[in-house]
């Protein structure tokens, strides 16, 4: 079936170090790959997506690229901000409706 | 533009009684919503999918029974928890897309307490 694989948090790191989120994952097919962020008390938001090998998303500073021959879609930011903190999540999408399986979540912190 | 409203965004009830969750899209409209549980610390689990007018599909292991889905309009869906224990307490979210393929937006989510 199909998974994710995501970095266990929690990752607390220090205002503009740089940040790097790691993301597996398996599945049939040729998945679209997604990572989302959950600001406190907030609902889901979609932070970048890439719909084929080789692709890159990227949206705020975040960058991600899909690697098919890793099986990987890992999160990178150059320079955090303490507004960066919150839950990063990582999907995929298959089937007919582009139902989302989801990695477990990652807590980052940054500090001032 | 795409917003997906939840209500209530919080529900404290008693084991034994039925609770109902609301999912609207605000500004679109979402041919088919998804609902996913999401347990403290952990990752979204999809539990049903429903096209508007039509019955919802239900992933391995959840009881259609228990959770009843009904995606009456374009706009809104609906989960029941009924007769709800203790053991159903938790994050329930769902979220809205405009067609097959197409991005998914999520509510806020519902923090559901059964006491």
């Known amino acids: 079936g199909n998974s994710v694989t995501q970095m266990e948090g929690p990752v607390t790191l220090s205002e503009e170090a740089f940040l790097t989120i790691n993301c597996t994952y398996t599945?049939?097919?040729?998945?679209?790959l997604f990572w989302y962020v959950q600001y406190p008390g907030e609902g889901l938001q979609l932070l970048l997506k890439?719909?084929?090998?080789?692709d890159k998303g990227s949206n705020k500073g975040f960058e991600a690229t899909y690697r098919k021959e890793t099986t990987s879609f890992h999160l990178e930011k150059g320079s955090v901000q303490v507004s960066d903190s919150a839950v990063y999540f990582c999907?995929?999408?298959?089937?007919?409706?582009?139902?989302?399986?989801f990695g477990s979540g990652t807590q980052l912190t940054v500090l001032p | 533009g795409a917003v997906v409203s939840q209500h209530p965004s919080r529900v404290i009830c008693k084991s034994g009684t039925s609770v109902k969750i609301e999912c609207r899209s605000l500004?679109?409209?979402?041919?088919?919503m998804f609902w996913y549980r999401q347990f403290p610390k952990q990752s979204l689990m999809l539990m049903a999918t429903s096209n508007e007018g039509s019955k919802a599909t239900y992933e391995q292991g959840v009881e259609k029974d228990k959770f009843l889905i009904n995606h009456a309009s374009l706009t809104l869906s609906t989960l029941t928890v009924t007769s709800a224990h203790p053991e159903d307490s938790s994050f329930y979210i769902c979220?809205?897309?405009?067609?097959?393929?197409?991005?998914?937006?999520f509510g806020p989510g519902t923090r559901l307490t059964v006491t």
């Open positions: 500004d679109f409209q979402a041919t088919t």
């Open positions: 979220s809205a897309s405009m067609g097959r393929g197409d991005e998914q937006y």
């Open positions: 999907a995929l999408s298959w089937g007919s409706a582009r139902q989302l399986t």
């Open positions: 890439a719909t084929k090998a080789d």
């Open positions: 599945a049939t097919g040729y998945p679209s």
